[in-house]
């Protein structure tokens, strides 16, 4: 090819270079102008977060009492239902103990009915030494009766008195030990209750630390349940918060579900933010103070049926409020 020819083919591209080297900054300009307008149209109606986990309900289940764990009816995650039988502790020291108390009020009870005996008699005797000594008062007084029987009257009425006070002083004593024992024979038929250790709501089983055969502390921790309602804690920062409401729209994205969007709402707004409801509130009044943004936490709520979904508090989330 000769040189002439090499000379008008670079004459001929070098314009459509030129006019590459033009166009294409200013086609990327515009796109990023389109993007910037998008982000920024997109961002004042929407605020989202990556600062948000899924929550629950944890219930953690201990039992009241100690003892032997003889049967044990769960396995792990296994799915339960409220008022199922979980859990039974050996039960033989309690009804013992639940025996000797009714034991111990049927011999109080029956002691009650000779003191009542008692005092009904003592009554008799008062009211009859009563009327004898004011027959003989009023005789004595009218010179009839000597002092002899006068002083004998008084002497028996002040017995009967004093029998009558014993008899109530005895009544109201083993009364009060009934009432006592009463207590204790309700508190053995409670503590004999807690050796069966029921589900207190529906959930999933977790957390299972606990075994046949195992002894049990009272308070010890043995297993979890974990209902199926679950939510959103999204902390948003306090400068995305200004128009935010109850019940305003949200959209989810959970990372195990990917691109996948649920539905929601807000359900409430704390009224601290996080670092403020922290266990070791931060000092501000310190010289060497910098202002950080601080994030609130909101609870957002599935407005969606999500019980086919494996969702589990702790998993990461990404919600989208329509603020506007």
């Known amino acids: 090819m000769s040189e002439e020819i090499k000379e008008e083919l670079k004459a001929d591209t070098r314009p459509e270079l030129q006019k590459k080297r033009v166009f294409v900054p200013i086609i990327v300009f515009i796109l990023f102008i389109i ?22 309900h944890i219930i ?28 039974e502790i050996d039960p033989m020291d309690y009804k013992v103990k639940l025996d000797r108390s009714k034991a111990k009020l049927d011999e109080a009870k029956a002691t009650l009915k000779v003191a009542d005996n008692e005092v009904i008699k003592t009554t008799s005797e008062l009211d009859f030494a009563k009327n004898e000594f004011e ?69 999933l089983i977790t957390n299972r630390n606990v075994e046949e055969g195992n002894y049990v502390q009272t308070a010890q921790p043995l297993f ?42 807000i359900d409430s707004i ?23 943004v601080q994030r609130v936490p909101i609870k957002i709520i599935f407005t969606e049926d999500v019980s086919d979904y494996n969702i589990v508090p702790g998993m990461s989330a990404v919600p989208e409020v329509k603020v506007r």
């Open 35 to 56: 993007c910037a307008v998008f982000y920024s149209i997109h961002n004042y109606f929407y605020k989202s977060t990556d600062d948000a986990f899924v929550e629950g």
């Open 60 to 87: 953690t289940v201990s039992p009241r009492i100690s003892g032997i764990v003889t049967n044990l009816y769960i396995e792990d995650n296994m799915e339960v239902k409220k008022g199922d039988l979980l859990l």
């Open 135 to 203: 027959r003989y008062s009023k005789m004595y007084n009218k010179g009839i009766s000597s002092k002899q029987e006068y002083e004998l009257s008084k002497t028996k009425y002040s017995t009967a008195k004093s029998n009558f006070d014993s008899a109530i002083a005895k009544q109201e004593e083993i009364t009060s030990s009934i009432k006592r024992l009463e207590a204790e024979a309700e508190e053995s038929g409670l503590n004999l209750s807690y050796t069966k250790i029921y589900a207190e709501k529906d959930g």
């Open 224 to 265: 979890a349940i974990v209902p199926n309602k679950m939510w959103v804690v999204a902390n948003f920062k306090e400068t995305q918060i200004a128009n935010m409401k109850k019940g305003q729209k949200v959209s989810i994205k959970i990372d195990t579900f990917g691109s996948k969007k649920f539905k929601g709402e």
């Open 270 to 292: 704390q009224r601290s933010t996080g670092a403020k409801a922290s266990l070791f509130p931060p000092e501000n009044a310190v010289g060497s103070y910098v202002k950080i």
